[in-house]
């Protein structure tokens, strides 16, 4: 089995840091490009930021500057570092699989989602 874990979630007040995990179980020799969604309580799941190959990273305009996305492949762990957090980040944080390699079975998550780690920032 396939799996996502995330952790480092936690209640923080605003321009605090927090730092996210998301391991994936499995082969050793399987690697993923990844993203990290989150969604607030009445809004849509949305993007946060993605890395390709291992350095490529794409974040959304309101994490930028602040958020820091980061990938262990020998770990098979990504990421995410953020500082300057405020209410507003306040979300379930989600990892994602976007692609794996190489394309068997072994390697493919049996949910390309985690189950989510909660961060809740106070002002």
């Known amino acids: 089995q396939v799996q996502l874990l995330e952790s480092g979630g936690n209640s923080v007040q605003a321009g605090g840091s927090l730092t996210l995990s998301c391991a994936v179980s499995g082969y050793i020799d399987c690697t993923y490009d990844m993203s990290w969604f989150r969604e607030a309580p009445g809004k849509e799941r949305e993007f946060v930021s993605g890395?390709?190959?291992?350095?490529?990273?794409n974040y959304a305009d309101s994490v930028k500057g602040r958020f820091t996305i980061s990938q262990d492949n020998a770990k098979r762990t990504v990421y995410l570092q953020m500082n300057s957090l405020k209410p507003e980040d306040t979300a379930m944080y989600y990892c994602?699989?976007?692609?794996?390699?190489?394309?068997?079975?072994?390697?493919?998550?049996?949910?390309?989602w985690g189950r989510g780690t909660q961060v809740t920032v106070s002002s």
């Open positions: 994602k699989v976007d692609r794996f390699a190489p394309s068997m079975s072994r390697c493919r998550p049996d949910n390309p």
């Open positions: 890395i390709v190959s291992d350095r490529v990273t």
